[in-house]
């Protein structure tokens, strides 16, 4: 599971790294995907958005295994 969420991710990321920012995988277990916001992303206020608004939503209806998303 952890390469279909990494797969996905770079499908992402072109329009995180527009805005400055950027998101690593740390871990993927039990459906629970954890992500590092990076750059511009990790000090934002909307990245609690992008984290669950953004990225949760497309990685559940990509991937029907993916449970949740967190930040660490």
């Known amino acids: 599971m952890q390469e279909k969420v ?3 991710l770079n499908q992402i990321r072109p329009s995180l790294r527009a805005d400055g920012g ?3 995988l740390v ?3 039990d ?3 954890s992500l590092r916001l990076k750059g511009a992303c990790a ?3 909307m990245s609690t958005m992008t984290l669950k608004n953004g990225i949760e939503r497309i990685l559940k209806a990509e991937i029907s295994e993916v ?3 967190v930040a660490v």
């Open 67 to 69: 449970k949740e998303v």
């Open 31 to 33: 459906g629970i995907v």
């Open 22 to 24: 950027d998101v690593e």
């Open 43 to 45: 000090g934002c206020p």
């Open 27 to 29: 871990d993927v277990k």
């Open 6 to 8: 990494e797969h996905v």
